[in-house]
């Protein structure tokens, strides 16, 4: 079984009608083929069932099927890279849903959406900043999976980003257009963050060195290391998020 998220959503499938369980709502999943592993079987069936591309993370429960037939590995993976395209053998539709979504799908299978929400107390919670500091580890992570939407969600509406030829990318949309840019490269990112100088409760600038590798257009290899200044504030629920990001601050 694929559990695959994004941010706050799981891909289910409908399964179609010449599958086993037509009409269930549930992950990707499929059989592991001789010699092969668990983590190779959920690149392999993802890739085949909705077109994904996706890098295994971990096992976090066995169980038995609905059938009692079969023991089912759920592996938790993230989206790198490809459309969405179903196979139309294998499921009918799909969708990123929430736990209050998957409520409303029917039919699924028994103990489904208890396992969700467990899941997502936990795993929401490490996609949380609950620090100024877990703003550059989440940003990383963003980065490495492909998520735009994600790391737009560690800036204020308002947020200033200083880019390397001096401009600054104003907002949510033209931060999004950077961020574009920097995806497309595939880039593999590493952050430290040396230091943090916190002014009261709701305010602090992060010292963060980062090293990115990457590829270009034309297919030739970019490596960029940095020494960023960022002041990042904390919000009204909590959270913190960028508020001025200079990945190029301290050079």
């Known amino acids: ?33 001789p010699g092969e592993s668990q983590a190779a079987t959920v690149v392999r069936e993802v890739r085949e069932e909705v077109g994904l591309e996706v890098k295994p993370l971990r096992c976090v429960r066995e169980s038995v099927s609905a059938s009692g037939t079969h023991t089912l590995y759920w592996w938790l993976a993230e989206p790198i890279s490809g ?3 179903l196979d139309p053998r294998e499921a009918s539709d799909a969708r990123w849903v929430t ?3 998957i ?25 949380i900043a609950h620090s100024p500091a877990d703003c550059d580890r989440l940003f990383a992570e963003h980065v490495n999976a492909g998520d735009l939407d ?30 574009q840019r920097l995806i ?6 590493r952050t430290e963050v040396t230091k943090v100088v916190q002014t009261g409760d709701d305010l602090a ?10 590829t270009r257009q034309d297919g030739t290899p970019l490596e960029r ?27």
């Open 1 to 33: 079984m694929a559990v695959i998220l994004r941010g706050d959503r799981v891909l289910f499938i409908k399964r179609a009608e010449l599958s086993p369980q037509p009409g269930v709502w549930a992950p990707p999943s499929g059989e592991i083929e």
């Open 83 to 85: 459309t969405l395209t």
């Open 99 to 101: 736990a209050v979504e």
């Open 103 to 127: 409520a409303a799908l029917s039919p699924t299978f028994p103990g489904d959406l208890d396992f969700f929400c467990g899941l997502w107390a936990k795993e929401a919670d490490a996609m």
């Open 150 to 179: 994600a790391l737009l969600a560690l800036y204020e509406p308002g947020c200033s980003l200083a880019q390397s030829d001096g401009g600054v990318a104003k907002g949510h949309a033209a931060i999004r257009e950077v961020m």
């Open 184 to 189: 497309a490269m595939r880039p593999v990112m």
């Open 205 to 214: 600038i992060v010292y963060n060195d980062w090293r990115l590798t990457a």
């Open 225 to 251: 290391a940095g020494k960023a200044l960022e002041v990042v504030r904390r919000q009204p629920d909590g959270t913190w998020r960028f508020a001025i990001d200079d990945p190029f601050g301290r050079a």
